[in-house]
């Protein structure tokens, strides 16, 4: 239950030492020539009872130390000292699980040390006395309010200086940058680095006449000494609290571009960049209003600066400091570029959103984070549905959000939790993983937004805004408590929805995952949604995450998410919403929708006398065929969450026609994208799927990012099935653009109309996707882009045509050239030279268009290895990684020769050579680039298995624990990352044991060990299905069609023999298999189905408890994974979908063969009453035999089901012996499959009959009454002639097995056999007041010819049932 947030103490104590910092002062004299740095820093620090004081210092040389203006006793211990690398000390290091230990067990220690204070500083000196202490002047922020602080205040002052650095602080020409990575504020002055420590700043910054100081906080004043030659002084005051990672400082010769509209605002740059600054930032005052009116609170600090700096310099895209924002000057753009605009404007409006909340507003604990750049996040989007549209702001969401759900499967992405916050000490907001847990913020913010209203939540973010400034407050932070109690009282959402939300959606990882099949009820004019709700998340990662929160300890497995699904249904007569669908609870659902519209009487009618012979007729009344579905039916199409409500994955099944009829008329760019990815992925493409794409793509009132999506769609559509219709169509469309019909040749560019630009922009590049059946590209788009590159013309165009031509460029590289293309090579080899020779003289924007050749020239160089040498590929790119080159342009011919060096030498000496270009490379933000690329690698290598030297193991680790890893935070956690996809481990902390700071190779192999270990628990857990079924709904046309999908469920063997295990167990209490053999399945189904689609789908009341007894192979037997998953089906393994709480053991049996096909297995049943109305089945399948001469091999599954039947059924006409019997077909077979076991694999053919009655005589004079007045019916007679006939066998085996039958006991004998017949015997005891006693009496193998194969034995098993005792 949320409830009202209590006061926070004014005087925090962080854990690292007890003391606190009230107010900080920086007085720097920075020599940049030198790369020298000399000074003191001055803290106003409240002492602990213990007398020392605790601070973070690196890289610093500390002079002395005063406390109270009197030398103080301080030790000075640096963390990172230069190690010698040893490679002995590495030894061990000579598998990548190995490698992978270490590397972790060297990170996390480094990460531990950098929490515990190095600097110690003793304090123990007298008080002061009363009248000192009243003379004490007061800090602006309002900390001193106790008399226990005034009495232990000290004043520490600490001499330092700083002799060419190279962490967190970076010198470059005339140049000097501080970064605020994580734990890095103390290689620049001492401090309590962490993020819960804030405190006022004065700051003062001397430097050369000429160059410019920008830091955090309100320029005072500027000081222009005496000296010779003189220096400036800038003296800067931050009254806002922040934490010692938001101090940021910049010195650079710059030049100052003041906002003329928002007089807070000042823009600066190097003199070269400041034309692209002021024609960039004539946007900024629209974001600055537009926050500004939406909180309807002034911007908190007293000034706002935007520095652009080298990017060479830059560490990110985007460095944050308070009230000071440091981009790349490679983000400016002038007037003649447009591809960048968009992204600039938006990063631009991410780092003001960023000072908000982040800067100002901090979170009070590390799993408040995410909250803190959720709600930035959501200010962006803010902006960018206002100022750039809504259309921009709806697909920028959906595609984060999809990538969100394809990746939310683990713990790291769990937003407020311990082990993927705190434990990671930060390293979860690094790489891939940040990214997506941003993302993920982002949708959980607008999630609660659709459920409480855009106005309720904007009055939450106003209250937190306005709460944060108020004077009184000195700690201006924000928790997910109190953000969840603003959301009840003022949002006015429910608390047991909060409840439920925030522990599901914040708490824990995973997306819902939705699976759709309909069927139009032409009776009931309804329609029937059949909906299967799953999770992305892994079963082990969701029960670990949901395991902490003391909330959700007694969840089950499944816990849904809260709240009602809408689903919109378009008809002939409009569109309606239906919120219907529940998010928790059954995770399979039945809908039913009532239609709205109607059909007109005469559709049903006869075709009139005069109608075509298709039976349409001349009426220009009738309504075109388009705007209907393939069945008769009102509907138009139908969509799932059509407003984005939750973040989830939504698999919908529907006719194409419904398809089609959603991406033309509806005008949500969400609903056109979803129905253009559908089409795309239809197996078989028809004529009106591409008319529908390329129409779309011509409609110039389409949304522009959706149109390039139809364009690529086209391309994968053109095939020699569809005479190439695709291609057609999209050369067609370009020329109609951008070609002069009376030549035949392009037309000199115009750029004028900006959406037309981007679309056109596309179509090379969908033009060189397009495959012929050989996966060669075809002739035509050979040509096609060939004419475009060598007839480009951008005289007259006021716009730049870089990015142009670079996409150009790169549609080459897309190409694949076959016999009759490869003759233009050579000329389009000579296009692409002959741009790389321009570009060098005249450079174009970053480089774009020398990045893009040197792309294009790898990708080639690599399709066609066999004819290009790989050596004057190598040394055509390698110029390009020379030091004068732009850094854009280095990085990227790293990259090239990297690939080239995997494709022809593999993942080792890609290694060796990542750390040599590691190590010569000068920019961070280009040692980072190197290694994502190198991970990629590393990815593609998994498949290859090439192998690695134990010496680039050791080197690897010597990097990551090197000096190059401390001074670049992410490059170190992305060696890591390396190391642990080498192993094949996820990238990340998240999960990697911490116990003694060290990680054993017994642990990796223990795990593997437990795989085989039967698990008894005693709370039933729903099982999961395999990844195969990621894709059912794509076969869900009808109701029928899902239930097809569920019999075909295949299942996996298990790894590993199982020894005999006796099984006594209760009614209620379920043995499940081991956790560990479903982890890697993406989703779960669970242990029961709702009634309604079990009576829709099924045909018959639910199973209830069983059972189950299972035969696992031993592990002599080695076959091929196809044949194990058939007997696996067969055997309905661990996969198998109960509708009640179950029990299953497994034990061992021979090892089996699959010489025979599945149509040879044969199931048996006899029913006996233990209870009124109840049932009693057994059935052994699955028998597989080798050839004469070898040993007998089989599997067996004993199946008991014990569920009570209220009201006897009659006979059913479709009884499995009926079918068993009689070879009815496999469709007759799947379909008595599923009435009786719910889920079962339609070639398996284990089918359970219903059981007898309790009494002979009633059983008798039941059946004579059913079946009365029927000894005239054929299906009747022939139903009895059968009964007969298994009698008759029956007998006939009783009498050659004689004496064998009066066994009591069911057991498996291991020796050998002859194939004829083979004896097994088991027993169940099951606790129940009216106890019975199951006793399987025999099991036979009559062997009986098949067609085309040897003998194959038949098994028969009799049950008999004796009630005990009655209670």
Same mark, same amino acid.
């Given at each position: 239950m949320a409830k009202p947030r209590r006061p926070k103490n004014e005087d925090p104590k962080p854990e690292n030492s007890g003391a606190v910092v009230h107010h900080q002062k920086l007085c720097l004299s920075i020599d940049v020539d030198k790369r020298l740095i000399y000074g003191y820093t001055e803290l106003e620090i409240a002492v602990p009872e213990i007398g020392i004081v605790g601070l973070h210092a690196e890289n610093v040389g500390i002079e002395n130390v005063l406390v109270d203006g009197e030398p103080a006793d301080f030790e000075y211990y640096p963390h990172h000292q230069q190690q010698v690398e040893n490679e002995k000390r590495w030894g061990s290091a000579f598998s990548p699980s190995s490698a992978a230990d270490a590397a972790a067990s060297v990170y996390l220690s480094t990460l531990e040390k950098e929490l515990v204070p190095n600097l110690l500083i003793n304090c123990c000196k007298p008080f002061k006395t009363d009248n000192e202490q009243h003379e004490q002047p007061v800090s602006d922020n309002g900390f001193l309010s106790s008399g226990e602080d005034k009495q232990n205040l000290r004043i520490v002052r600490i001499d330092y200086w700083i002799d060419k650095a190279e962490t967190g602080i970076h010198f470059k020409d005339s140049v000097l940058l501080t970064d605020n990575q994580i734990r890095r504020a103390r290689c620049?002055?001492?401090?309590?680095?962490?993020?819960?420590?804030?405190?006022?700043?004065?700051?003062?910054?001397? *430097?050369?006449?000429?160059? @410019?100081? %920008?830091? &955090?906080?309100?320029?005072?004043?500027? +000081?222009?000494?005496?000296?010779?030659? /003189?220096?400036?002084?800038? *003296?800067?005051?931050?009254? @806002?609290? %922040?934490? &010692?990672?938001?101090?940021?400082?910049? +010195?650079?010769?710059?030049?100052?571009? /003041?906002d003329y509209q928002v007089g807070q605002v000042s823009h600066i740059c190097l003199l070269p960049n400041l034309s692209k600054l002021r024609y960039t930032v004539e946007f900024f005052h629209s974001v600055f209003s537009c926050y500004k009116d939406y909180l309807s609170v002034d911007f908190p600090f007293d000034s706002y600066k935007q520095v652009f700096i080298d990017p060479e310099m830059a560490v990110s895209s985007l460095s944050l400091g308070a009230s000071i924002s440091i981009f790349s000057s490679q983000v400016l753009f002038d007037e003649k570029v447009i591809d960048q605009t968009i992204d600039t404007r938006i990063k631009l409006a991410y780092a003001l959103a960023r000072q908000w909340f982040g800067v100002y507003i901090t979170p009070e604990a590390a799993t408040d984070e995410w909250l803190l750049e959720g709600l930035a996040g959501f200010l962006t989007d803010f902006y960018v549905k206002k100022h750039l549209g809504n259309n921009e702001a709806r697909y920028r969401r959906y595609k984060a959000n999809c990538a969100v759900c394809k990746a939310d499967n683990s713990g790291v992405t769990a937003l407020s939790c311990s082990t993927s916050c705190k434990d990671l000490y930060g390293t979860q907001s690094i790489g891939f993983y940040g990214k997506i847990r941003s993302w993920k913020s982002v949708a959980i913010l607008q999630m609660l937004e659709k459920q409480m209203?855009?106005?309720?939540f904007r009055k939450i973010l106003q209250t937190i805004v306005s709460r944060a400034q108020d004077k009184t407050r000195a700690v201006k932070t924000l928790s997910t408590k109190e953000f969840r109690h603003f959301a009840n009282k003022v949002g006015n959402l429910e608390r047991p929805f909060l409840k439920e939300f925030f522990p599901r959606c914040v708490g824990s990882c995973g997306c819902p995952v939705l699976r759709f099949g309909l069927s139009y009820n032409k009776r009931k004019n309804?329609?029937?949604?059949?909906?299967?709700?799953?999770?992305?998340?892994?079963?082990n990662s969701r029960a670990s995450i949901l395991d902490i929160n003391a909330e959700t300890e007694n969840r089950d497995g499944d816990v849904g998410w809260p709240g009602m699904m809408s689903i919109r249904v378009y008809e002939l007569d409009g569109m309606y919403d239906h919120p219907i669908l529940p998010m928790a609870g059954e995770a399979w659902q039945l809908l039913e929708i009532q239609c709205h519209s109607k059909l007109a009487a005469r559709r049903f009618q006869k075709p009139k006398k005069c109608s075509k012979p298709d039976g349409s007729d001349d009426n220009g009344d009738a309504p075109a065929i388009d705007v209907r579905s393939s069945s008769e039916s009102p509907l138009l199409w139908i969509r799932a969450d059509p407003e984005m409500e939750y973040l989830a994955e939504i698999q919908f099944s529907q006719p194409v026609q419904m398809w089609i009829n959603q991406l033309e008329k509806d005008k949500d760019v969400?609903?056109?994208?979803?129905?253009?990815?559908?089409?795309?992925?239809?197996?078989?493409?028809?004529?009106?799927?591409?008319?529908?794409?390329?129409?779309?793509?011509?409609?110039?009132?389409?949304?522009?990012?959706?149109?390039?999506?139809?364009a690529f769609a086209l391309a994968s559509t053109a095939s020699e099935e569809t005479d190439w219709a695709g291609l057609i169509h999209l050369v067609k469309f370009y020329k109609s653009r951008r070609f002069d019909p009376d030549i035949g040749l392009p037309k000199p560019n115009d750029?004028?109309?900006?959406?037309?630009?981007?679309?056109?922009?596309?179509?090379?590049?969908?033009?060189?996707?397009?495959?012929?059946?050989d996966r060669k590209s075809p002739r035509e788009a050979v040509d096609f882009v060939l004419q475009l590159l060598k007839y480009n013309d951008n005289n007259g165009n006021p716009y730049s045509d870089v990015f142009w031509l670079a996409q150009l460029v790169q549609s080459v590289g897309e190409l694949d050239f076959g016999q009759q293309s490869i003759l233009v090579l050579s000329s389009l080899l000579k296009r692409i030279d002959r741009l790389l020779q321009f570009d060098r003289l005249m450079p174009s924007y970053n480089g774009v268009l020398t990045i893009s050749c040197i792309r294009t020239l790898t990708q080639i160089a690599l399709k066609l290895s066999g004819f290009i040498p790989l050596d004057r590929v190598y040394g055509l790119i390698k110029p390009f990684r020379d030091i004068k080159v732009?850094?854009?342009?280095?990085?990227?011919?790293?990259?090239?020769?990297?690939?080239?060096?995997?494709?022809?030498?593999?993942i080792d000496a890609v290694l060796l050579l990542f750390i040599r270009y590691v190590e010569e490379e000068l920019s961070l933000r280009g040692q980072v680039k190197l290694a994502i690329h190198v991970m990629r690698l590393c990815q593609m290598r998994n498949d290859s298995g090439d192998e690695i030297s134990s010496q680039t193991f050791v080197a690897l680790l010597c990097l990551l624990e090197g000096r190059v890893s401390f001074n670049n935070v992410f490059l170190r956690h992305h060696l890591f990352c390396i190391l642990q996809i080498l192993a094949g481990r996820p990238p990340t902390l998240h999960g990697v044991p911490r116990e003694n700071k060290t990680l054993q190779m017994s642990l990796v192999e223990n795990c593997s060990d437990q795989r085989n270990m039967l698990v008894l628990d005693p709370v039933s857990k729903p099982p999961e299905l395999p990844c195969s079924t990621q894709n059912l709904t794509e076969d869900w046309g009808l109701v029928e069609g899902f239930k097809a999908t569920l019999e075909e469920a295949p299942g996996n063997t298990d790894p590993e023999p199982l020894k005999d295990v006796d099984v006594k167990t209760p009614k209620d209490s379920p043995i499940e298999a081991p956790k560990e053999l479903l982890q890697d399945l993406p989703m779960e189904i669970p242990s029961e189905v709702p009634k309604e689609l079990d009576a829709a789908l099924l045909g018959q009341e639910r199973k209830k408890p069983v059972v189950k007894i299972r035969v696992k192979q031993s592990s002599a037997a080695s076959r091929a994974d196809t044949d194990n998953q058939m007997a696996e089906r067969s055997l309905g393994g661990r996969n198998e979908i109960d509708h009640a709480a179950s029990s299953s053991v497994s034990v061992d049996a021979p090892p089996k063969n699959f010489g025979e096909t599945l149509s040879n297995h044969n199931v048996e049943e006899v029913n006996s009453w233990h209870d009124h109305g109840s049932r009693l089945t057994a059935s052994i399948g699955s028998a597989k035999f080798l050839s004469d001469g070898d040993e007998l091999f089989k599997e067996l599954q004993c199946t008991a089901d014990s569920s009570v039947v209220f009201s006897p059924r009659p006979l059913d006409p479709s009884s499995s012996s009926i079918i068993q019997d009689n070879n009815i077909d496999a469709d007759a077979r799947r379909f008595v499959s599923l009435r009786t076991l719910s889920v079962a694999d339609s070639l398996?053919?284990?089918?359970?009959?219903?059981?007898?009655?309790?009494?002979?005589?009633?059983?008798?004079?039941?059946?004579?009454?059913?079946?009365?007045g029927h000894h005239d019916d054929p299906e009747y007679l022939e139903r009895k002639r059968l009964k007969k006939e298994k009698k008759r066998k029956e007998k006939e085996m009783a009498k050659l097995q004689?004496?064998?039958?009066?066994?009591?006991?069911?057991?498996?004998?291991?020796?050998?056999?002859?194939?004829?017949?083979?004896?097994?015997?088991?027993?169940?005891?099951?606790?129940?007041?009216?106890?019975?006693?199951?006793?399987?009496?025999?099991?036979?193998?009559?062997?009986?010819?098949?067609?085309?194969?040897?003998?194959?034995?038949?098994?028969?098993?009799?049950?008999k049932n004796r009630v005990l005792s009655k209670s």
């Open positions: 620049w002055f001492p401090c309590i680095d962490d993020n819960s420590q804030q405190c006022c700043y004065d700051l003062e910054f001397t *430097v050369a006449h000429n160059l @410019v100081a %920008v830091s &955090a906080g309100s320029l005072l004043y500027q +000081v222009l000494s005496k000296d010779n030659p /003189p220096r400036k002084t800038y *003296v800067y005051k931050l009254d @806002v609290p %922040v934490a &010692a990672r938001w101090i940021s400082l910049v +010195v650079a010769p710059f030049q100052v571009l /003041p209203g855009p106005e309720s309804m329609v029937e949604l059949a909906v299967l709700r799953g999770c992305t998340a892994l079963q969400i609903a056109q994208a979803q129905a253009i990815a559908t089409l795309e992925a239809l197996p078989q493409i028809s004529f009106a799927v591409v008319n529908a794409l390329n129409n779309f793509l011509t409609d110039s009132k389409a949304f522009w990012r959706v149109r390039i999506e139809a750029f004028h109309d900006f959406a037309e630009y981007f679309v056109l922009e596309a179509i090379p590049h969908a033009v060189a996707m397009v495959r012929a059946a732009m850094w854009q342009v280095r990085i990227e011919a790293s990259r090239a020769l990297l690939d080239l060096e995997f494709h022809s030498k593999g398996a053919g284990n089918v359970s009959l219903h059981g007898k009655g309790k009494k002979k005589g009633k059983e008798k004079r039941r059946k004579q009454e059913d079946h009365k004689g004496d064998e039958a009066k066994k009591s006991l069911v057991e498996f004998s291991s020796k050998k056999e002859p194939p004829g017949t083979e004896f097994a015997t088991q027993e169940l005891k099951a606790t129940e007041p009216s106890a019975s006693k199951a006793e399987a009496r025999k099991v036979d193998t009559k062997p009986e010819a098949s067609e085309g194969t040897s003998a194959a034995p038949k098994f028969r098993i009799k049950i």
